[in-house]
């Protein structure tokens, strides 16, 4: 009895399983995007986003720069001086002085203070320095189809090329190694899901700042943020910043940053 159940499920699982597999080097990545624009249009992508899908490349440097990630260990004194927390505090501090409207109508908006999206926006990209040199579309596609976390990037694979439907993104758009795009690095499944049209003019683009800045605001917000409430470890918002990024020392810097630029 035991076989054939297996043998039926084995049946099950071969039927529902994507014909073309995974891979870790260049080799099948065609027959994976055919197989996969499949899978895409059942999700509902549509024709841009295909098309985009069929203009991907594998992006070698996606994978030699995955393959190159080192768990680090920093303390948080070493991980503030590496990433020149200082000088972030400092600009953004700037920054708030110079527009405290903008951030003070998101703060009422989304709950989120100033202090934290300027944090982040500084951590991640230097305000906006450096947002990437890579296709987002390509490096997402590449990573769906690599073997390691296809499970993982695969609902932002399909993310990105849903933002390339609606206009936020096209296969020309360059971002981080891992697809992260924009003024704050969103995933794309991310963006998606938690992107919203800050200044009004019909895209949701995550290269425009005031776009960038509310779509941070309200992934925090609906990830859990509560107005007023504190935000260091220890305290309920702490575990929203946890939302963000899985690094603890990142997690404890943002806090740490957020509170020397409200204060
Ligand atoms: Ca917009």
Redesign the pocket.
């Known amino acids: 009895m035991k076989a054939s159940v297996s043998a039926i499920l084995f049946s099950l699982f071969a039927a529902t399983a994507s014909a073309a597999p995974c891979s870790n080097t260049s080799a099948g990545f065609d027959a994976w995007k055919a197989d996969f624009a499949k899978q895409a249009q059942k999700a509902g992508v549509g024709k841009r986003g295909l098309q985009a899908l069929q203009s991907t490349k594998y992006s070698q440097s996606t994978i030699n720069a995955d393959r190159n990630q080192k768990s680090f260990k920093l303390s948080f004194e070493k991980f503030m001086q590496i990433r020149g927390a200082d000088t972030i505090v400092a600009q953004a501090r700037r920054k708030k002085a110079k527009n405290p409207n903008f951030y003070g109508s998101l703060e009422k908006q989304y709950g989120v203070p100033a202090g934290i999206l300027l944090a982040i926006h500084g951590m991640e990209t230097g305000f906006g320095g450096f947002m990437g040199d890579s296709s987002v579309v390509s490096s997402i596609t590449t990573l769906a189809f690599d073997c390691r976390r296809s499970e993982f990037f695969i609902p932002h694979a399909i993310g990105a090329l849903k933002l390339v439907d609606q206009g936020s993104i096209t296969i020309a758009t360059k971002g981080a190694k891992h697809g992260e795009l924009g003024h704050t690095q969103f995933l794309p499944g991310n963006a998606l899901r938690y992107g919203v049209?800050?200044?009004?003019?019909?895209?949701?683009?995550f290269y425009?700042i005031?776009?960038a800045m509310a779509s941070t605001a309200n992934f925090l917000r609906q990830k859990g943020w509560r107005p007023g409430v504190g935000y260091q470890q220890g305290q309920p918002n702490f575990a929203v910043i946890q939302e963000w990024n899985a690094a603890g020392v990142y997690q404890k810097a943002i806090a740490n940053m957020a509170a020397r630029i409200d204060g």
């Not at 049209?197 to 683009?205: E, I, K, Q």
């Open positions: 049209d800050g200044n009004g003019d019909g895209v949701v683009d425009n005031t776009d």
